[in-house]
C-alpha cells in the first residue's frame, strides 16, 4: 500500500505526517522550533533549525510509522509562506537569519514604493498590495544590509527561497533550486497572469534575476531526495503554500467554495476557479495550485496575521493559561467578554485594513474583568477578524457564503467554532481531519505519482466532524460586529503616535 510523507512547517513548528492511499493520517511528529524578535516588530527564524527541525520530525514520523523510505511513494512539502530566505549556492549556507512574514521592518521602504506609484503596477501583475507581509521587500532588505550580499546576488553566487525552497534544496542536496507558483505568487515578483517572474518587478524591488528559483507545477515532480538523506531516491512531487494546500485538502475544488485554517494566523481561502479575479476590497487574487500542465487555479485570500497566536500570547505574554487548550473551559466559564474587546493586532492588521502600523489593543476593560474576560476577548477577536474577511468576500463573490470548512490548531476549540459560527451566521464545518495543510501536500504528491488519479477521487475522502449552526440572531451578531468596529478603529495607525 503506498503512502505519502507530508512535510509542513509551519511558523512555530514543523510537522511531519505519513498519509495512507485512504488519506488517513498513519504517523505524525511535531517540533517546535525558537522565534527571534531582535528589534520591535521584526521577527527571525534560523534557517538551520528550520531545516534541522523539520528533518527531525520526518525521521520520527517514518520510524512511528515502522515504514522506511522504500515504502514512501512520494514527499509533499508545504509551508509557511512569503518567509524569507537568502543561501550561498557553493556551502549552502544561510547569509542570516530567515525574515519571517510577520516581520514588519520593510514598513518604511513599503511607504517609498507606495508614494512612488509602485501600488497600481503591483496589484495589476501579482494580485497583492504593497505590504511588508510578502518576500519582495524583504528580500531587498537582506540584499541592502548584508554584508556584500547584492554583488554576491548579481554574481550568481546567492539563492533566493521561500522555505519550501529551502527544504528542496536541503532534500535534494542542493541539487534543485525550485519553488512552486503557490509560493511565487507571494513574492510581489510573480506575474499571475503571465505566470512567470516579471522583469519590471524585479526591477521595481531591485532584485536580480540571478537570485530565483525555478517554477514548477505544485503537483508534479521537483526533484529526488539524494542518497544521504532521509527519503533516498522519494521524489519531492508536490509542493503547496500552507493556506492553499489547506485549501486543496479540504477538497474546496468548485469555484465559490472556501475555506478558514486557524494556526498562527488566519487565512481565509476561496476558490475562484481558472479566472484570477482582482478583489475590489483589499482581498488578495492569489494562485490556489497547479496540477501538472492543467490550467493554474486562484484563490481570493483574506489574512489575519495573529490567530492562534493571540491564545500563545495569554500562554507566553499573560500567562493566565498553561496551554492553548486550556482557553477554551476559562472563556467558557463566562458568558460573554462583559464588554471587553481585544484587537489582537500585534504584528499590525492584514485584510482588509492592512495597516502595518495598528498595534494590539484591549479596551472596554472593567473593575470586574476577569482573566476568563480576557480569554473570552481574545477568542471573540479572532473569530471578529475572520468575520471581517467574510464580510470583504461576500461583497466580491457577489454571493453569500453558504458555509465555512475550518481547520488548523485553534479549530479544535469548540467555543471559538461557535463564536464563529454565531458572527458569520452561516454553519462552520470541521472535518474529521483538521491536519488539512499537511493533506493538501499528499494530495499534491500523491496525484503526481498516481496514488491518486483526479480531484474527484480525493473529495469522496472528505468527512465531516462537527458542524456548528449559528445560535444567535443576525440582528445580535451586527450589534456585536458594530461594537468590534469601533474597537478597531482605535487600534489603527497606532506606532506612528
Ligand atoms: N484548543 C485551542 N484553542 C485555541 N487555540 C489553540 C488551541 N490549540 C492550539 N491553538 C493555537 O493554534 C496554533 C497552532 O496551530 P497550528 O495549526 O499548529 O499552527 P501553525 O501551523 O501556524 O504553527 C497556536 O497558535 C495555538 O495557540
Ligand atoms: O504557519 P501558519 O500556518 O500560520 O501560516 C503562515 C502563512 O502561510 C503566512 O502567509
Known amino acids: 500500500m503506498p503512502h505519502i510523507l507530508a512535510l509542513d512547517q509551519g511558523t512555530t513548528s514543523s510537522r511531519a505526517i505519513v498519509f495512507n492511499e485512504a488519506g488517513s493520517i498513519v504517523a505524525m511528529a511535531q517540533q517546535e522550533f525558537p522565534q527571534h524578535f531582535p528589534k520591535s516588530g521584526w521577527v527571525e527564524h534560523d534557517a538551520n533549525d528550520i531545516w534541522n527541525s523539520q528533518e527531525t520530525v520526518a525521521r520520527e514520523a517514518l520510524k512511528k510509522a515502522n515504514l522506511t523510505a522504500t515504502d514512501i511513494a512520494a514527499i509533499g512539502i508545504t509551508n509557511q509562506r512569503e518567509t524569507t530566505l537568502l543561501w550561498d549556492r557553493k556551502t549552502g549556507e544561510p547569509i542570516g537569519n530567515a525574515i519571517v512574514w510577520q516581520d514588519r521592518r520593510t514598513s518604511s521602504y513599503c511607504d517609498d514604493l507606495e508614494r512612488s506609484g509602485g501600488d497600481i503596477l503591483i496589484r495589476r501583475k501579482t494580485g497583492l498590495l504593497i505590504d511588508p507581509y510578502f518576500s519582495g521587500t524583504k528580500v531587498n532588505w537582506m540584499l541592502e544590509h548584508y554584508d556584500g550580499a547584492r554583488k554576491r546576488a548579481e554574481a550568481g553566487e546567492l539563492a533566493f527561497g521561500t522555505v519550501d525552497t529551502w527544504l528542496v534544496w536541503k532534500l535534494t542536496g542542493g541539487a534543485v533550486h525550485a519553488t512552486d507558483p503557490t509560493n511565487a505568487c507571494r513574492t510581489l515578483l510573480y506575474n499571475i497572469h503571465e505566470e512567470q517572474w516579471d522583469d519590471e518587478l524585479l526591477q521595481l524591488l531591485d532584485v536580480p534575476h540571478e537570485v530565483l528559483p525555478e517554477v514548477k507545477p505544485s503537483s508534479g515532480v521537483f526533484g529526488e531526495c539524494a542518497a544521504d538523506s532521509i527519503a533516498p531516491g522519494v521524489p519531492i512531487a508536490g509542493i503547496g503554500g500552507d493556506q492553499q494546500a489547506a485549501l486543496f485538502g479540504q477538497t474546496c475544488y468548485t469555484p465559490g467554495m472556501a475555506k478558514n485554517t486557524y494556526g498562527t494566523g488566519c487565512f481565509l481561502l476561496m476558490n475562484l476557479g481558472e479566472e484570477p479575479r482582482p478583489s ?87 473593575r470586574g474583568t476577569t482573566a476568563a474576560h480576557l480569554a473570552r476577548a481574545a477568542l471573540d477577536g479572532v473569530a471578529f477578524r475572520v468575520a471581517d474577511l467574510l464580510t470583504a468576500m461576500n461583497e466580491d463573490a457577489g454571493v453569500p457564503l453558504k458555509e465555512l470548512r475550518v481547520d488548523g490548531g485553534a479549530s479544535a476549540n469548540n467555543l471559538l467554532m461557535q463564536i464563529q459560527a454565531d458572527l458569520l451566521q452561516v454553519p462552520v464545518v470541521r472535518p474529521e481531519c483538521v491536519e488539512t495543510t499537511a493533506l493538501g501536500a499528499a494530495y499534491l504528491a500523491g496525484l503526481a505519482t498516481g496514488v491518486w488519479r483526479n480531484t474527484e477521487e480525493l473529495a469522496a475522502h472528505w468527512k465531516i466532524d462537527r458542524t456548528f449552526e449559528p445560535q444567535i440572531s443576525a440582528d445580535e451578531a451586527a450589534e456585536r460586529h458594530r461594537q468590534w468596529s469601533r474597537a478597531i478603529e482605535r487600534a489603527k495607525k497606532w506606532q506612528e503616535l
Do not use: C
Open 280 to 366: 475590489k476590497h483589499n482581498l488578495l487574487t492569489t494562485i490556489g495550485w497547479k496540477l501538472g500542465e492543467a490550467p493554474t487555479h486562484y484563490a481570493l485570500e483574506g489574512s489575519v496575521f495573529i490567530g492562534g497566536a493571540a491564545v500563545q500570547w495569554l500562554r507566553d505574554g499573560l500567562g493566565i493559561i498553561k496551554s492553548a487548550p486550556e482557553v477554551e473551559p476559562l472563556a467558557a466559564s463566562v458568558p460573554d467578554s462583559g464588554g471587553a474587546y481585544m484587537v489582537s493586532a500585534f504584528a499590525g492588521l492584514g485584510a482588509p485594513h492592512w495597516d502595518p502600523e495598528a498595534r494590539g489593543m484591549i479596551i472596554g476593560i472593567e
